[in-house]
């Protein structure tokens, strides 16, 4: 049976309960901070999302899910009262629709694609467009993120380019992400035994593979004309 479209009436009287905390005679705090402020508030809330979505809960899904939505409304609802910014969360989903549109050609469009690696074709093809300033497969993407998250994000960045990582010996290789996980947490054991911090390692790994690919991306450049 297919679902009813929600009628976004919950989510309307949240935006009118943003704006209430922020206006005049409403929360002082709320009204103090900036964009620069809420940044801790946002990646804690979305850890606690990541934590709630492995827990399988429905009711911190939904919890958690709110959170995250808040901070989104609440940073909107500063840009419409910020001289300078002067959009609102109206502006934000219309170019999120405008964007999700663009990116699925084969939905709205009269392109096909039958995988999932076809849309994904698309869309690393359609960013290219989007963004021409971006010179490296690397540009866009965030640096603050955790070393072992970076990590996989940057391996799969370089192999487009031809750079990679020779992975562990398969027969020594944890097969299930249960044994990755004690292995991995084994290595982190050991590090700390030998006084060595696990995450500045990685992230140090991670700036060699960096300039790697930035290296690879140079050389094979045509060479402009003289």
């Known amino acids: ?21 922020r206006g005049p005679g409403g929360c002082p705090w709320d009204a103090e901070q900036t964009h620069e402020s809420l940044v801790q508030y946002l990646v804690e809330e979305c850890w606690e999302l990541i934590d709630a979505i492995e827990s399988g809960s429905r009711e ?38 405008a964007k999700m549109v663009a990116r699925h050609p084969h939905v709205f469009g009269d392109r096909e694609a039958e995988t999932a690696a076809d849309v994904v074709a698309f ?14 497969v690397l540009d866009g993407v965030p640096q603050g993120m955790p070393a072992l998250a970076l ?37 982190v054991a050991s590090a700390r035994a030998q ?16 300039s790697e690919v930035r290296e690879r991306e140079v050389g094979s450049r045509p060479a402009a004309a003289e």
């Open 123 to 136: 869309w690393d093809e359609l960013k290219a467009g989007e963004k021409p300033h971006r010179t490296s």
């Open 195 to 210: 006084g060595l911090d696990a995450e500045r390692a990685l992230r140090g790994a991670i700036r060699d593979l960096s």
């Open 60 to 97: 911190e899904m939904i919890e958690e899910l709110g959170d995250v939505l808040y901070q989104v409304l609440f940073h909107a609802d500063l840009a419409a009262h910020t001289p300078g910014e002067d959009y609102d969360i109206d502006e934000v989903a219309r170019h999120m629709t």
């Open 1 to 21: 049976m297919t679902q009813a479209p929600a009628s976004g009436d919950g989510l309307l009287e949240l935006v009118a309960m943003v704006g209430r905390l």
């Open 151 to 187: 990590a996989q994000k940057l391996l799969g960045k370089a192999e487009k380019v031809g750079v990679t990582r020779e992975p562990t010996d398969a027969a020594t290789a944890p097969t299930t992400e249960a044994e990755l996980g004690d292995t991995l947490l084994a290595l």
